[in-house]
């Protein structure tokens, strides 16, 4: 399999991009306009309620954003009128049928025109309600290959998942698809338009029943959990994920499509620029509540692998892939795009690197004064974690309610807020336990031939890098991805 040159299969090309306010879909625009300026037209798609709503998106949530630094020196004074005529902003909503598109004669020109269809847009909360989940990843997935089956001239279509849709499976992952209706459990009767069912019903009963938005939300994000873990998924997010999966697989009948499964994506490794990221993921939010001397105790296996993959990297083998796909027309492929297998990381590792950034570069609180950071106690068990929490907390709350009902209620205030926040530790626990005691490295067979093609036969191989061996992890967390989180957080 011969790749050639990538800057050649870009230009002059229409791609539409939808999730287009999205992390990777970000970097993903920025890197073919800073590499390929002949791109014929990238259309992204952005959730809002017109052109104008669409527009004030666009500049505030994507090309204002310091990511594109680099193109604005590039381009200089020409910078907006290069952005007008490369990119068309569209109004659209991927949870309904042709992508909520309401101007005929654009979804005319893009059925005609595009060449490239990327779907980007999901919702990525473990914890989001099974009827936003289910519209957006599982029925947009259908509505996207609905709408690739349309396009006249599509060459590929790229579907970008997640390496998690394996749920707690652990040893080696390899590159499988799901078939329509698969289970993770073996339990049989999963069927999109059951669940589609099964989440109308209960909103209208909720209704019925004069539920308040809250109580909703709550009910519905409940409802994902139980749904999600009838048949083997840990949670909402990635139960929704593979149904996205079935979907693209079971309709997409001879559209060339490719699935792409990264794992934990971090900050870029190269380009634009190092460090640059957006938003605080889970192995984040750790950092941060550590260096803020939050974090009190760390609930995990420190010999456990984290899968990690810097954003530039997926955004590569999104490239390559979709330029693989397009030339040669293969049964669906999925790719794996992650590190566990070639360079694994460990937690072990990320604790010695949080210890040793935020000693010598302690956090300032709000009172100007350093934070002093320690090594946390770690609970290697959920049995541990069980006991250190009756021991430091529900001996406490115990003692709060009984100390309200002398007082004639007097401690409800602080009762109620300690209650509280126990049960939201408790829920965090719940959903993020099978990651924290995750046994599994992700095989990237296919992703690993993919690489070794662009070595081969890429023109721009060293333009378009994925391959996680060459990454110092030490190197990258201390002096770029860390970095780069303390710099979001205060921007």
Not at 98 to 118: A, N, R, T, W, Y
Not at 260 to 268: A, E, G, K, Y
Not at 354 to 369: E, L, M
Not at 418 to 424: G, V
Request: charged share 20%.
């Amino acid at each position: 399999m011969e790749l050639g040159s990538a800057l050649q299969f870009l230009e002059n090309k229409s791609i539409l991009v939808t999730g287009g306010t999205g992390f990777l879909a970000k970097i993903f625009v920025e890197k073919i306009l800073r590499v390929q300026p002949n791109v014929k037209k990238l259309y992204l798609l952005v959730r809002a309620a017109d052109h104008k709503s669409a527009i004030h998106r666009f500049h505030h949530e994507i090309v204002g954003k310091d990511l594109f630094r680099n193109l604005k020196e590039k381009c200089g004074i020409n910078f907006s009128s290069f952005i007008s005529q490369k990119i068309t902003v569209i109004p659209g909503d991927l949870t309904h049928q042709d992508l909520g598109l309401h101007d005929s004669d654009l979804l005319q020109l893009l059925c005609k025109e595009l060449d490239v269809l990327l779907n980007l847009a999901a919702t990525t909360n473990f914890d989001e309600r099974y009827d936003v989940a289910l519209d957006l990843n599982t029925l947009g997935a259908k509505y996207v290959v609905d709408f690739a089956k349309k396009c006249a001239k599509l060459q590929v279509l790229v579907h970008v998942s997640t390496a998690y849709v394996s749920g707690e499976r652990s040893g080696l992952i390899v590159e499988n698809s799901y078939r329509m209706g698969e289970t993770l459990n073996g339990v049989s009767g999963l069927d999109v338009n059951i669940e589609k069912q099964v989440v109308e019903d209960q909103l209208h009963l909720l209704r019925l029943q004069g539920a308040s938005d809250k109580d909703i939300t709550i009910a519905m994000k409940d409802l994902g959990i139980q749904r999600a873990r009838l048949y083997g998924w840990p949670n909402t997010y990635v139960f929704t994920k593979a149904m996205g999966e079935m979907m693209v697989g079971e309709l997409k009948d001879i559209i060339p499509a490719v699935i792409i499964r990264p794992t934990i994506v971090t900050s870029t490794y190269k380009e634009p620029f190092p460090g640059w990221v957006e938003g605080i993921r889970t192995i984040d939010s750790l950092a941060v509540g550590y260096a803020k001397g939050k974090l009190t105790f760390f609930l995990g296996d420190l010999d456990a692998i984290v899968d990690v993959i810097p954003a530039d990297m997926v955004v590569n083998a999104i490239i390559v892939a979709m330029i693989a796909e397009a030339r040669h027309q293969p049964p669906q492929t999925i790719y794996q795009v992650g590190s566990s297998i070639r360079n694994p990381l460990r937690y072990s590792n990320l604790q010695d690197y949080g210890f040793r950034y935020f000693t010598k570069n302690p956090w300032i609180n709000k009172d100007g004064k350093p934070v002093i950071v320690s090594k946390v106690t770690v609970l290697n068990s959920m049995d541990s974690f069980q006991r250190y929490m009756a021991f430091r907390y529900l001996l406490l709350l115990k003692g709060l309610e009984l100390a309200n009902a002398a007082f004639c209620h007097f401690f409800q205030g602080v009762y109620s807020n300690l209650n509280r926040k126990i049960n939201w530790v408790m829920r965090l626990v719940d959903i993020y336990r099978p990651y924290l005691f995750f046994n599994a490295t992700f095989d990237d067979l296919n992703t690993e031939k993919l690489r070794m093609t662009a070595r081969t036969s890429l023109v721009e191989n060293d333009m378009f890098y994925f391959d996680p061996k060459s990454i110092d992890w030490e190197d990258y967390f201390m002096n770029i991805h860390i970095p780069g989180i303390v710099k979001y957080i205060f921007k």
